[in-house]
């Protein structure tokens, strides 16, 4: 009777042996490339990426409103003083005009009539048929009708000037750098058409971040290289421009500042071109660490972020993470002002395959024969 109890605890025990998880496998030795942290030095400079424009861009628009009939500017044209640029429908202009010239018309002949009825009631005191008071009546009317004449003659200008306003006319010489109404369509009195650069100096306009703006003061001088050679300026020989002119308030998109700066009058840059700028001196800072970017990982500091590396422990082989605090970028180096000291050993490939304590070996870079 003992023999199945015994035999039903042997099968219980090798299921649960069964069950049981198998023991985790223990984390592969890998191999890292080190570098030992130094010390080196850093060139700080403030250089900005901007963009060639003109002293000078109109956005032109008629002055009176009407339909567009024609409009020979193209972008990219360039054109000269008292050009043709565009031109609306003036049939209702030169309806007006005419209007206004008849009232002028009308109000010349009750001027002259009111002036011949002056002469003759004149003529009648001289004689001694009417008083003095038919003479001051007489008088106030001839003023008051050549008071209406000079308004209808004002009137008839303004017209006359409206009907010439529907010709759009370049005011200077320059190139065509946007078109904003085309043939067909009614555009109101000031609606830009033609956006026009005039010809003359040129202007290279930055984007400056908000910690950066009190360094920047009207007529302090900059280098400008362009990206690549144009016109007779070379993209290896820098040109000095001056800061001319500083936002006075941030772009509500971007939140930073535009800064623009006048290049030299005999510069012949082209519009559009990329420039960059390079503000004040260069500042040299001595004994930084500087880490290849591949070093750096992300670390959880409770509830902030930061930047972290691996550090090797050559008695035990093994790496421990450490954060550091990141001061900038030099190049493709990263500048750490805190978390390091010269001498130690640090991992700089593979960085997020490691885990704390992990065993390591140090890579060796081997020759093909």
Known sequence: ???PHFVLIVIASLTLVACSRPPAPEEPIRSVKLVTVGTGQVVARSEYAGEVRARTESRLGFRVGG??????????QRVKAGQLLAQLDAQDLALSSQAAQAQVSAAQTQRDLA????????????????????????????QSAEATLRQARAQGAVQGNQAGYARLLADGAGVV???????????AAGTPVVRVARDGARDVVIAVPEDRVAQMRPGATAQVRLWAGAGTVSSAAPMEAT??????SADPATRTYQVKLSLPDQAAVPLGATAYVTLGSQTAAKDVIKLPTSALMRSDQGDRQGSAVWVYDAAASTVQPRPVQVAGADGNEMVIV???KPGEEVVVTGVHVLSPG??????????AQ
């Not at 339909?67 to 990219?76: F, N, S």
């Not at 002036?115 to 009317?141: N, P």
């Open 338 to 340: 805190a978390g390091l």
């Open 243 to 248: 800061v001319r002119e500083v936002a006075a």
């Open 67 to 76: 339909k567009l009939v024609q409009r020979p500017a193209e972008v990219g």
């Open 1 to 3: 009777m003992k023999t």
């Open 115 to 142: 002036a011949a009825d002056l002469k003759r009631y004149q003529d009648l005191q001289a004689q001694g048929f009417v008083s003095g008071a038919e003479i001051e009546r007489r008088m106030a009317t001839l």
């Open 177 to 187: 750098l946007a078109v904003d109404a085309e043939v067909g369509q009614v555009v």
């Open 358 to 367: 992990q065993k390591v070996t140090r890579f060796t870079a081997t020759t």
